[in-house]
């Protein structure tokens, strides 16, 4: 049986019931990915040998009620994983091999999934291509010159090829998000606080998230229930009572109130974007949901906020790749010099730009005109949000303007930052939102629309992404 | 007019905490170098800090026995600066709210009484230690224990209420004084559980001088005599029309010279920002009510109740309060024997001498209450003499034996009957003309050393005073 076209709904079931084992299961993804990944190039590391011998564990256990049982899952490479390598997409971390799981990976391997490999991703997560990457380009595996979008682009590519079943990825501004749309497969942020970053290779830690990326809303709920809960070890993760996320799918959505972001309006869409957000707002209300407007003021500061707050955390959260207890060390002729010419080395263009914003953010003197006034602006645009849900029960705007670009078009960063404009404010409120793929342009590049929902409000959220899926024509996107 | 000091002090106070403040490891002083590590405490990419609820309760315990307010909220800072053995790049603490703040301790001084001000106290965490092959400027590498990685620490901040060399040691002493009593830090200066920094300066008139920094004092008399040379240097520098820099010196333990650090002086900048691993602090009314209620009374407090309820000296009551361990003996033998003069002078003069020179603590030590009560019983009944016993006191404390079986087992049962005693004293009157002689003539003197011939015939166990009396009377009737 060919499972590469199947759900992980689907794979789970059909290995619990040992119509086809794990091993069986495993070998096709090996094959699949030795297949095409010399082209999309979604894996930094992976290690097939010790796949089938997980896959070989997992067939002899006599438990196989996992929710994730023998489902091939890539993770991005910013997760920890005991005895593999975790790099995180840069230089200064090749070669690191991690001594522990992240809470995410035991939560999958709890789960009884099969993990096949790390991901890549854009250095650090700072980007939205993967071109920053510091090992290669990543290609779009719906047209491999275009960019799968990042920075979370390897795990998205690795479902859209159908070299996984699932994948993690993280969000930090977008991160899950704007690859979902690229590679037109459906990604999910959760709250902030929902899955527990312990183990995840920091960026900015108020902002980072992990979540799923899956061929249907279905498949990142089921994963959102392997990986979600309370975590000791992260203090930012939230006690919250366990849910079935899936509880509300295929629930009608009559009555729900949807509400679309005035100033969205403002921005300017690609045509098709803007047609298919259209067809999106038809299909919540030919389901049944009321769709209104609803105003928040300061999203036109979301950017330049994110680009002062993250930055500054991403400043300190990097200060410790210096080269003196693991990764790349360049030696020098005393202390200072080796903490220079190994971090002039090991670290890419994009994250000494954003350390060197940062670590001027947080200077004597500026500290009060940029940290401290664009953690006010956030508080105001998390207002706004929380203003707007008190009217509606989740909004949908497009997650990006414009479909993927092209391998090598955006070389001006700032234009490169525009890419997250509508991922971006969601993010700095700490709000769960799912992409889901609802069209394509005329080259035939996905398009996505962004659904979010109220804090810790992921079930209802699912529901109503469910719902769009089903009215706009199913799975594995169009 | 005279040149004045103003000093404050910056002091860490490890808290004893069994485990790290964000982790799980062992705070065990003294383990083999980096096996009480792991991702958090050795800052490994993706470990998050989680906050030791121990670290708050010790934290909020010594704010309050500062005299210091609880804050309800406070936040985590991380302050950011490279060096190899902070392994994060930064350091978590706090910055704008502290856990406690604005508080006193009151010394005592040669002078007098005075209230030292306390700025703040903030929880933080520790680095590792660094141990270098040679002279720090010249060592080709340098090893990293991350042992200490995480350990935590309560900064405690005065105001620059201290005016002399004097007053600094005594604030420092009363401290480890209070952390001793709370239980919240060893107190050990020379294990690095108590780390002081001081800044001085001296000027005349209102507006202060230029401030010095001497860091890394490790002993009471480090702090001092840092202190007396520093306030010296910079008086004499100043008269001969000299200029103070301002920098950072360490002492010379072996000159007891302060010496400006060869370290290069660059301008800090921080970087603070919230930390955005870990919430605010927040802690309930009911939590530091909770808390208050577990601080038993302190140092000073006991002093004066001392002096006041059992009328022992004011110095004896100093010192006995300095420890609560000793404090509680004495006031356990105090109660027990109804003696607590007597209590506090065998404690301060025997107990206290045999404790040092056996290197000791009073918590070893078996004779306890029950055999106070039983030696100042065998005093009072006449049994044994004062002199007598202390020998016992003596013998019961390096033996572990009661009194009453070393009296026993001795023999040293004061020799109260008249009739033995008369015995004796007849045969020192026969033995002893010539000094007999001179008391009839006038010599009373001479009656010291008749009773010491006496008790050297019964071997100190004659009743001294019985003896003299029946001696008088017996030189009497020769007249």
């Excluded at chain 1, 990042?150 to 479902?159: E, I, L, P, R, Y």
């Excluded at chain 1, 899950?176 to 959760?190: D, Q, S, Y």
């Excluded at chain 1, 259209?278 to 680009?307: F, M, R």
């Excluded at chain 2, 008749?450 to 009497?476: D, F, V």
Aim: charged residues 25%; proline residues 4%.
């Amino acid at each position: 049986m060919d499972i590469l076209n199947k759900t992980a709904e689907e794979v789970a079931s059909i290995a619990r019931s040992g119509e086809v084992s794990v091993k069986e299961i495993a070998e096709q993804m090996i094959n699949a990915i030795k297949q095409k990944d010399s082209k999309i190039k979604a894996f930094i590391h992976i290690d097939f040998d010790a796949v089938i011998k997980r896959a070989e564990e997992l067939d002899t256990k006599k438990d196989k009620s996992g929710v994730l049982f023998g489902v091939p899952i890539a993770i991005k490479d910013n997760m920890n994983m005991k005895n593999t390598e975790t790099t995180a997409g840069s230089k200064i971390l090749s070669g690191y091999t991690s001594p522990y799981d992240a809470t995410v990976v035991e939560k999958l391997k709890n789960a009884g999934a099969l993990i096949v490999g790390k991901t890549n991703m854009d250095e650090f997560a700072m980007g939205s291509s993967t071109e920053n990457s510091a090992f290669f380009n990543t290609h779009n595996p719906v047209n491999p010159e275009y960019v799968p979008g990042g920075s979370s682009g390897g795990s998205a590519a690795a479902v859209k090829a159908n070299e996984v079943i699932a994948s993690l990825g993280s969000d930090t501004g977008g991160s899950i998000r704007e690859p979902a749309a690229f590679c037109g497969v459906t990604g999910l942020k959760p709250t902030y606080g929902r899955v527990s970053r312990y183990g995840l290779i920091a960026f900015a830690s108020s902002l980072d998230q992990i979540g799923p990326f899956g061929k249907t809303v279905k498949d990142t709920a089921i994963m959102l229930n392997a990986i979600a809960g309370f975590d000791p070890r992260d203090e930012t993760s939230v006690q919250t009572e366990k849910e079935d996320f899936t509880a509300l799918i295929g629930k009608n959505i009559k009555g729900k109130k949807i509400g679309v972001i005035k100033e969205v309006q403002d921005f300017k869409l690609q045509e098709e974007v803007k047609n298919s957000f259209n067809d999106t707002v038809k299909a919540l209300q030919n389901a049944g949901a009321v769709v209104e407007e609803v105003s928040i003021p300061h999203l036109k500061y979301a950017l330049p906020v994110y680009y002062i707050i993250a930055p500054a955390e991403a400043s300190a959260n990097l200060a410790r790749f210096d080269g003196v207890r693991y990764g790349l060390r360049v030696e020098g002729k005393d202390l200072k010099e080796t903490y220079e010419k190994t971090r002039t080395e090991g670290f890419g263009t994009e994250v000494k730009r954003r350390i060197l914003i940062g670590t001027f953010t947080l200077s004597a003197g500026y500290y009060d005109a940029y940290y401290l006034k664009a953690s006010k602006v956030r508080r105001l645009i998390s207002n706004d949000f929380e203003k707007a849900f008190s009217k509606v029960d989740a909004l949908v705007l497009p997650t990006t303007s414009t479909t993927a670009f092209k391998l090598g078009s955006i070389t001006n960063p700032l234009q490169m930052y525009m890419n997250d404009i509508f991922t971006i404010p969601i993010s700095l409120a700490g709000l769960p939102a799912i992409s889901i793929p609802t069209g394509t342009d005329k080259k035939g590049l996905p398009i996505g629309m962004q659904l979010v929902g109220k804090w810790f409000a992921e079930k209802e959220l699912l529901q109503i992404a469910y719902t769009v899926e089903q009215e706009l024509g199913g799975k594995n996107g169009i | 007019m005279e040149y004045k000091p103003t000093i404050g002090l910056e002091i860490h106070v490890q808290l004893a905490t069994k485990t790290k403040i964000f982790c799980g490891c062992s705070t065990e002083f003294g383990a083999e170098p980096n096996t009480n590590v792991c991702p958090v405490c050795l800052g490994l990419p993706g470990a998050l800090p989680v906050l030791n609820e121990k670290v708050v309760e010790y934290g909020t315990k010594l704010g309050l026995a500062l005299n210091m307010r609880i804050n309800k909220t406070s936040t985590f800072y991380r302050k950011n600066y490279f060096y190899p053995d902070l392994p994060k790049g930064y350091q978590i603490t706090q910055y704008s709210i502290p856990i406690a703040s604005e508080g006193f301790l009151e010394v005592k001084t040669s002078k007098g009484k005075k209230k030292i001000r306390i700025l703040r106290g903030h929880i933080e965490e520790d680095s590792g230690k660094s141990i270098h092959t040679g002279d720090i400027t010249e060592s080709e590498y340098s090893y990293i224990d991350f042992n200490r990685s995480g350990v935590p620490l309560m900064e405690i901040v005065t105001y620059p209420d201290i005016e002399t060399a004097e007053e600094a040691y005594e604030f420092l002493v009363l401290l480890r004084k209070t952390v001793r009593y709370l239980g919240v830090s060893s107190g050990d200066m020379e294990k690095g559980a108590l780390r002081c920094d001081v800044n001085i300066s001296v000027s005349k008139g209102e507006t202060l001088g230029t401030k010095v920094e001497i860091k890394n004092l490790n002993s009471f008399r480090s702090v001092r005599r840092a202190l007396e040379f520093e306030i010296n240097r910079q008086i004499e520098t100043l008269k001969k029309g000299g200029k103070i820099v301002q920098e950072t010196r360490h002492l010379d333990e072996r000159t007891g010279e302060t010496k400006p650090m060869r370290t290069k002086e660059e301008l800090n900048d921080y970087r603070y920002f919230p930390e955005p691993d870990l919430p605010p602090l927040t802690l309930t009314d009911e939590y530091i009510e909770k808390i208050k209620e577990t601080i038993p009374e302190l140092p000073n407090e006991k002093e004066e109740r001392f002096i006041k309820e059992y009328g022992i000296s004011e110095d004896y009551a100093h010192e006995i309060a300095a420890s609560i361990e000793v404090a509680e003996y004495f006031e356990e033998a105090a109660k027990l024997t109804g003696k607590p003069k007597e209590v506090s002078n065998y404690l301060m003069v025997n107990i206290m001498k045999f404790i040092n020179e056996n290197g000791k603590s009073i918590k070893e030590i078996t004779f306890g209450a029950k055999e106070f009560k039983e030696l100042l019983d065998l005093i009072d009944s006449k049994t044994i003499s004062k002199n007598i016993a202390k020998s016992v006191l003596e013998e019961s404390l390096s033996s572990g034996k009661t009194p009453s079986q070393i009296v026993e087992e001795k023999g040293l049962k004061q020799i109260t009957d008249t009739g033995e005693i008369e015995k004796v004293i007849d045969e020192v009157i026969k033995e002893n003309p010539k000094p007999v002689s001179q008391y009839l003539e006038g010599k009373k003197q001479v009656m010291g050393f008749l009773i010491g011939q006496i008790m050297k015939k019964t071997r100190g166990k004659a009743n001294p005073k019985i003896a003299s009396k029946i001696l008088i009377e017996k030189l009497n009737a020769l007249k």
